[in-house]
């Protein structure tokens, strides 16, 4: 774990070096930010184990057909059997290697590209978002939760096309995620949260998570059953008998909704339509934990992942547009040593991480 942190404290120092020299030298900031993107992609992508990984590599290697043409004829074009994950998974077999761990690394790359690159584009300080990103553990959840973070990579640059006022892009990005994971369908909720922060819908939003809480069976089953129109099946007793989220994760998802509430006319009169989208999806990515909080930690705590990207985008924004500049340093500091302690409590005390790849036994 040593070593590991080591590397994730590399990517900020190469991310921060990236952010200063933009000013200056496109290409010497494109430079240092191809090198946090290769150093998140070899820590990703050269893992043996962790969370689903060995069973993607177990279907890789028994289950994806050797041969492009077999995945035409034989496989399922539901979006519930992820055919854009699998398609995408028999290309590799066939033009480049049967080898599961070519499978990792091409896929942790993909994700770690178009992720780093979004940041790139769209965040105010693209060191925090980079540093948010990994201590949160957003970065770790696409070293477990494959098909949601390249489904999550893809979506994020639909709401750039979305924005741009460019829908045929968006709506084909949207549904080619949807081929890697359907729950980034979620996405189309920004037809309804493009334009104000903070709205009625949003209230609402909110007072209903609230009464989810005393209907809990019930709300479980009518999402099961939207899923399930997809072709997605859960288990319901799966999700039932689980417990709930860590409080010390809903304080976290808690940061930017809180900051985006107190800054909320200031937000809405900035008319920058990507943070107003931003803060709405942090709000949604909240309610998601806040229902993972009555129980079903696992699907709920996934659904909020979705969202999750776009808070890495408000808190950076917050900080340095509102807080003084004499006092900004006190509050990403304390940013920094929150998201890190953190970070250790999930991955160190909580699940005892040990960080195993293809080059060594562990370290």
Request: aromatic share 22%; net charge positive; hydrophobic share 55%.
């Amino acid at each position: 774990m040593i070593y590991f942190s080591l590397f994730l404290i590399m990517s900020y120092i190469f991310s921060y070096l990236a952010q200063k020299s933009e000013s200056t030298s496109i290409i010497i900031s494109l430079y240092f930010t191809s090198i946090v993107v290769l150093i998140l992609s070899l820590l990703s992508g050269f893992r043996t184990e962790y969370n689903d990984t060995k069973r993607y590599i177990y279907n890789f290697i028994h289950y994806v057909p050797e041969h492009i043409i077999d995945f035409f004829n034989n496989y399922s074009m539901a979006l519930g059997d992820y055919p854009g994950f699998f398609f995408f998974q028999s290309l590799l077999k066939d033009f480049v290697s049967d080898n599961p761990y070519v499978f990792i690394f091409t896929s942790s790359v993909f994700i770690n590209i178009l992720i780093i690159s979004f940041y790139k584009k769209y965040s105010t300080a693209f060191s925090l978002s980079v540093f948010l990103y990994i201590t949160s553990g957003l970065f770790m959840l696409g070293m477990g939760a494959m098909k949601q973070m390249l489904a999550v990579s893809i979506g994020i640059w639909s709401i750039h096309f979305f924005i741009k006022n460019n829908q045929k892009i968006f709506l084909f990005l949207l549904f080619l995620a949807s081929t890697f994971h359907p729950f980034i369908l979620l996405y189309l909720a920004v037809y309804f949260f493009n334009t104000q922060v903070w709205t009625k819908k949003i209230l609402s939003m909110i007072l209903a998570t609230l009464l989810v809480g005393l209907f809990f069976t019930q709300f479980v089953e009518t999402i099961l059953g939207a899923a399930g129109a997809i072709g997605v099946n859960y288990d319901p007793s799966f999700i039932l008998n689980k417990a709930g989220v860590n409080p010390l994760r809903i304080a976290i998802f808690s940061v930017a909704p809180i900051l985006s509430y107190i800054y909320r006319e200031e937000i809405n009169n900035s008319e920058d339509k990507m943070i107003i989208i931003a803060v709405n999806f942090s709000i949604i990515s909240f309610l998601f934990m806040l229902v993972a909080s009555y129980g079903g930690a696992n699907m709920f705590g996934r659904l909020a992942s979705y969202f999750e990207p776009f808070t890495y985008l408000v808190i950076p924004w917050i900080l340095y547009k509102f807080i003084p500049k004499n006092y900004n340093w006190i509050f990403i500091g304390s940013f920094i040593f929150a998201y890190s302690f953190f970070f250790y409590y999930q991955f160190v005390i909580v699940k005892n991480f040990h960080y195993k790849h293809i080059l060594t036994n562990i370290i």
